[in-house]
């Protein structure tokens, strides 16, 4: 996925534009996947503001969905997925953002500010922060064992029950992202992604309920169990592979990990940021999120006038036909105690 790094800059800034008592306790509460930051981002924001950073690692977007909706989280600044930034508007639980305060927004590229028009709700409480596609990440030498002819473009390779069955041994694991997942399925069907029609729910439910015998893992994070060699076929977010097989070169293994963007059924989607809306207290969580792929830097870079920290500038270009994206938000202010 691609980064808006100065658009971090701009979320975290807005850290000190949303009313809390964490301006007297110089803390700023960050709650968001693992390695999503560059290992000098945080230090250097708390070296330039004097604020320091507790960075809490999420395990999936519904347990960040629960915990904002609950209230109390604490959090100053989020990383939720688009589908749930407006499940978390259309609560109240998010503030609109203040434009004033976000540089470079202009940098966002063309295909995420066309996405984010499906959101009617949150689109102006996020802005976009990373994008990816969701797609198949498999171990080619375990792959290519069991069906040397493999349809690693198509979702069949999946999808097919009796194709599913000749990987089971190896392992497959699905994204742990009922909203994703659905999406996937139903266009791999043919049907609305986003399709609340009970005749379509019930067709993607009868799929994933062939496949429940295969699917060794449902889980959002697969990189370990890919390096082990416990899976060999995952649905999963792009940057899994790229993680995947850094962690496995790292290691001095010889395995082979490839990513495809099945001709059909990927999700379109994007992950924006937010504010949360209520009293000013310590609580003033920002909502963000961002998946797997956020690691890439970029050779260009803008400052933020309000941390003054180097951002890399996303590079334009053009979309693919599916993505996931996350974004950031500011989430709203709960009463304290």
């Known amino acids: 996925m691609r980064i808006s790094n100065q658009l ?24 968001n996947w693992a390695d999503y930051f560059a290992e000098d981002t945080l230090s250097r924001f708390t070296a330039e503001t004097g604020i320091k950073v507790i960075y809490d690692v999420m395990d999936g977007s519904e347990t960040l969905e629960a915990k904002m909706l609950a209230g109390g989280s604490g959090y100053d600044l989020i990383f939720p997925g688009d589908t749930v930034a407006e499940r978390l508007m259309r609560a109240g639980s998010l503030l609109p953002l203040d434009p004033s305060k976000i540089t470079a927004r202009d940098d966002i590229e063309p295909g995420l500010q066309k996405l984010r028009t499906h959101y009617v709700h949150s689109n102006q ?33 999946l999808f097919k029950p009796e194709l599913a069955a000749k990987f089971a041994d190896c392992g497959i694991s699905m994204i742990d992202s009922p909203d994703e997942v659905l999406a996937v399925v139903l266009n ?142 500011s989430t709203k202010p709960l009463t304290h105690g």
């Open 188 to 329: 791999y069907l043919g049907r609305d992604p986003r399709s609340a029609r009970p005749e379509d729910l019930a067709a993607a439910s009868e799929l994933l309920m062939k496949l429940r015998p295969y699917i060794r893992k449902f889980q959002s994070q697969p990189v370990t169990d890919l390096v082990n060699g416990n899976l060999c076929v995952s649905l999963g977010y792009s940057g899994d592979m790229t993680q995947a097989q850094r962690t496995s070169d790292s290691a001095g293994k010889k395995t082979s990990f490839q990513y495809r963007i099945p001709g059909k059924g990927p999700q379109c989607g994007w992950t924006p940021w937010q504010s949360r809306s209520t009293p000013n207290t310590r609580n003033t969580p920002m909502r963000s999120s961002t998946s797997s792929c956020a690691r890439r830097t970029w050779p260009r870079s803008v400052t933020s006038p309000a941390t003054r920290l180097p951002m890399p500038r996303p590079v334009r270009a053009s979309m693919p036909r599916c993505v996931t994206t996350r974004i950031f938000t």
């Open 8 to 31: 971090l800059t701009g979320a975290l800034a807005l850290y000190c534009v949303v009313p809390s008592l964490h301006a007297e306790e110089k803390a700023l509460r960050l709650y």
């Open 125 to 157: 409480a996020t802005v976009p922060y990373t994008w990816g596609t969701i797609g198949l990440t498999y171990n080619d030498q375990q792959v290519k064992q069991r069906v040397p002819n493999a349809p690693v473009n198509s979702l069949d390779i």
